[in-house]
Structures are given as C-alpha cells and as structure tokens.
C-alpha cells in the first residue's frame, strides 16, 4: 500500500474544504439513504462554527432496517461463511481505497472533529488503513483446535463470527476507532452496524461506500449517523444484535451494560475512560525528553486521548525541572488554524466539551491548584473552539482535576515521596487505562510495571503502540482488548463439536 502526497498549505486545505461534496446520509443494506423520518442534524466544524452537512438524524426505524439487512446478509453467507482468504482480499483492497482517499478522508475528519489535518494525515487516517489490512492480512492465519481428548472422540474447538455487531464509537479519532471495531469484526465474518459519534460521522458515512467498492457484500457493513440516546440505545436494546462493540465515556459504558442485562444479554465490549498516570523518579536518565514526552502524552489531539497522561506524578526532588520542561514544551504548542500543516494543536470538538474543559479548569484553580500554563480559550476571532494547553502544579489527589477525566488539553501535577507513594497515588482511581514509569533502574521499572493496574504500561515512553499489541483497560476503563488477535475473541464464539469415534 502506498500513501499519497498531500499539499503542504493551508491555503491548498481551505480551498480544497471548500470544495468537498459531503455526504450526510445513512448507509443501509449498500445504499445510502435518508433516515427513516425524515430528520436531519447540523454537523458543525468546530474548526470555525460552520455548519458542515445535514446529516440523517437515525432512530428506532433505521436501526431495525440496518439490523435486519446486517442479519440477512449473515445467514446468506457471502460474507460470514467466504473462505477467510477471500474476506482478506476484500479487506486489503478497502485499506488500500481508504489510502487512495487519504486527503479527503483526512480533510473530512480535521473538519468535522476539529484535529490539526497533519495529524489526520500522519495518524488517523493511516492507522485506520493499517489495521483494516492487518486484520485481512491476519484472518487466514488463524487456525482452530482439536482438543487432546481420548482416541474415542474428536472435540473440535472453532471459532465462529457471532452474527450482527453493533459498533458504537467515539469522536476522538473517528475512523481510526471504527476501524479498530471494524477490522476484526469484519475480518471474523460478522456483519456490523457502526454508529459513529454525532460529532464526527463524516467518515465513517463516507467509508461505507468505499467498502462497497472494495466488495464487502451489501448489508455487511452498515452506518447509522445518529444520537447516542436514540440511535445508540435503540441499537444497544435491539433483540437480533448479538455483540456490542463500545468506545466511550465510562458513564455510556455502563448504560450499555444495561441495555444487554435488559435485552437479550448480548455480549458487551467496552474500551472507555482513562486518569493515566505518568510516573518520573529521580533517577531518570533524561528528564528533559521525560518532560517533553509527559507534554505530548497530554496535550496531543488537544488531550482528548483516552489515555492521554492526564496526571503527572514527579518525585518531589525533580519537580520544578521537570515542571519548567513541561511548560516550556506546553507554550510552544499553542492552538492553530487545523488546516495548516504546521499545525500542532486543533480546535476542542464542540461548545459542550469545550464548555466542560473550561469548568474543569475553574474548579482546579478554586480548589486550590496553582495555573502555571494556559487556563483560557483562545483563537475566538477564527469562530471556533480552541483552548490553551494548561498545567496546574500543586494538584492534591483529591482534588476533581485529579480524579476525573478532564479530555482536554489539561495536566495535573502531584508530587510523591518515594516509589510506594507514587504507586498508591497512580493506582488510587477508578480507572486503569495506561500509565507510565520513567527511571533508570531495570528493578524499578519492573516492579513498579507489576504494581500499575493497567491495560497498557510503558517504561520510558509514553503512548507507545502498534497492531501487534493488545489496547484497553482495567477497572473502569473498560473490558476485553482492541487490536492484536486478541480482538478477535470480542467477535468470535468458540464451538465445542464432539464427534464420537468409537
Ligand atoms: P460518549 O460515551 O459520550 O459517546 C460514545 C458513543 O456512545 C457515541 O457514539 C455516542 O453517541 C454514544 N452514546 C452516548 N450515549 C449513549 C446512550 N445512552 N446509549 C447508546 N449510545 C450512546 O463518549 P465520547 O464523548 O464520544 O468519547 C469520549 C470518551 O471515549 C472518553 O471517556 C474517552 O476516554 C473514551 N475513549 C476510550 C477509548 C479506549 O480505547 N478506551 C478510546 C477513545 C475514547
């Protein structure tokens, strides 16, 4: 696969956006069509306020027609029963259509969710081809077992794909978490209906028909743009869905553990929030790329990463260099126009995250935190929603900015004593997305890894990651893994056949 090259001006972005034809509607049983009533949503740019598209507005009615066509497209098999080789064909060849697309798909994504379309280019857009391809490349490498039973009997373990999955994802990265659903999804032989976030539909709408193209069968992949209460419940609480694969808020999360427990008890999937801490000790080797690393862990994609370093817990000896490093870092990384390829920092999605980012910072400094970098909106004139990088020093561990997941451009800092201290404090949290530990010490490192309860840990880097390896939470931060064949026990059931040979 080979990427193509990409204009480097923004003035070559802002009139190429002009230009964008963008579809707004559903995609349902290889179609595009309008939602079922009629309704329409605005699909705004935070980049500057800018009404985008109209896009279809799917509820219960649109929810049962993409269900019923993702069944009817499972029990024919063309999909579901294909040789894995052919699926793998059919999913290299949509990779390769999302890196013929990659401008417009990363145009349309910097529009819709606000990021710096250098990003989009070098990250999203990208990542989501790789692990479409990845999974392709993977699914007829994935053998099934024969249990060593008795020579009296065969027991025949096979994995098969579970039927209809529902996918509901975030806003943060919108095509690259589709695709961390669709990837394994599809290449296990399910049909899916993705539901996007209202904020930022436009590529997953659009990538619907590139699957198309790329010869997945109609009704294997559907989109339903929509709001969470209605399209994403509707799709949670419906009878014929047999797996929910979520990304979001832990809040949302547990919902959807109750639309199973109300329903039909499908199986639920669920990658959520993160407070990740990121531990320097003293005896770092280079604090200075520590500092520059603890930075980009929580200001990159404007710090709405789920396990953006959200807490940084420096011992206490080293925390005003460290600190100075982080500040130094965080100014250089003002907010700018997303269309510019010089871009480091985009505009915050919409006004409601933006509004809760900036109560967020209030309440740190009223309950006593000291600001020492950023604390306001910015970029007013542009029409957008764009905020400052901000660090507060003298973060207690009680306070809200220390607790609760800000997703925004936001660091805490708190200091610790010693290695014991600073476990207890990374671990005193409800979630247990990632976390970090930077020394020079190989026991250290070793120990304090063990002692971290989460999913992803790095030693000496942050937010490391690649689609060999599995991603997703302890605690409250979610269930089952994304990426690496570990995502495939998400989308597959294991059948026991026993077949008597006596
Ligand atoms: P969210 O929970 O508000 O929404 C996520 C999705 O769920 C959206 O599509 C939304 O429309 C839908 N939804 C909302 N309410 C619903 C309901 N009642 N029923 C059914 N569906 C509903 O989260 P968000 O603001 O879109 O995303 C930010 C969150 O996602 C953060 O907490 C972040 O940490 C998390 N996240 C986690 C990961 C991970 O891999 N663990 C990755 C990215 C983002």
């Not at 900015?401 to 800092?413: D, H, N, Q």
């Not at 005193?428 to 010490?441: E, K, P």
């Not at 000496?460 to 599995?470: E, I, L, R």
């Amino acid at each position: 696969m080979s990427a193509v090259a990409a204009p480097s001006s923004p003035v070559t972005w802002h009139s190429r956006a002009a230009q964008l034809s963008i579809e707004g509607r559903a995609f349902v049983d290889g179609r595009y069509v309008g939602a079922a009533s009629g309704a329409t949503f605005d699909c705004v740019s935070p980049i500057d306020g800018r009404v985008l598209a109209k896009v279809a507005s799917c509820e219960q009615a649109d929810v049962d027609a993409a269900v019923a066509s993702a069944r009817r497209a499972f029990d024919k098999g063309g999909w579901s029963r294909a040789a894995p080789a052919k699926r793998k064909k059919v999913l290299q060849r949509l990779a390769e259509l999302i890196l013929a697309h990659q401008d417009e798909l990363a145009l349309l994504e910097t529009l819709d969710m606000g990021k710096p379309i250098g990003d989009s280019l070098a990250v999203d857009i990208p990542g989501a081809a790789r692990c479409i391809d990845w999974y392709g490349e993977a699914i007829d490498k994935v053998y099934d077992e024969i249990a060593p039973t008795g020579h009296e009997v065969l027991g025949m373990i096979t994995r098969e794909p579970c039927g209809v999955v529902g996918a509901v994802v975030p806003w943060n990265f919108p095509l690259l978490m589709a695709a961390w659903k669709l990837g394994p999804a599809l290449a296990a032989g399910n049909s899916v209906v993705l539901k996007p976030s209202e904020k930022s539909p436009l590529t997953a709408i659009r990538v619907a028909q590139l699957a198309m193209e790329a010869g997945l069968p109609e009704g294997v992949l559907n989109v339903l743009p929509g709001f969470g209460n209605t399209a994403g419940q509707a799709l949670a609480l419906h009878m014929d869905v047999d797996v929910i694969a979520f990304t979001g808020s832990t809040r949302t999360g547990k919902r959807m553990l109750e639309y199973a427990g109300q329903s039909n008890m499908k199986r639920v999937w669920l990658e959520c929030g993160g407070k990740s801490p990121n531990i320097v000790l003293a005896d770092t080797r280079d604090l200075d790329r520590a500092a520059t690393a603890a930075a980009w862990g929580i200001f990159f994609n404007q710090g709405e990463v789920c396990t953006a370093g959200s807490r940084l817990l420096v011992q206490d000896s080293i925390k005003d260099r460290v600190l100075e490093k982080v500040v130094e870092v965080g100014r250089t990384l003002q907010p700018g126009d997303p269309l510019d390829p010089a871009t480091k920092l985009g505009a915050i999605v919409d006004t409601i995250q933006m509004d809760s980012v900036l109560r967020y910072i209030e309440s740190g400094r009223s309950e006593g935190a000291s600001l020492v970098l950023g604390g306001t909106r910015t970029r007013r004139d542009s029409g957008g929603y764009y905020v400052e990088p901000t660090v507060f020093d003298a973060v207690a561990p009680g306070m809200k900015i220390a607790r609760e997941e800000i997703f925004g451009p936001v660091l805490s800092t708190l200091t610790f004593k010693d290695v014991d201290e600073a476990i207890r404090i990374a671990n005193d949290t409800i979630y247990g997305l990632g976390a970090a530990v930077w020394t020079r010490d190989v026991t250290t490192a070793h120990r304090v890894a063990r002692a971290l309860r989460a999913g992803s840990v790095w030693v000496n880097c942050y937010d490391s990651g690649d689609m060999t390896v599995p991603f997703g939470g302890y605690k409250q931060s979610g269930t089952g893994r994304d990426k690496s064949l570990h995502a495939l026990d998400k989308y597959t059931e294991l059948k026991a056949t026993w077949i008597d040979l006596s």
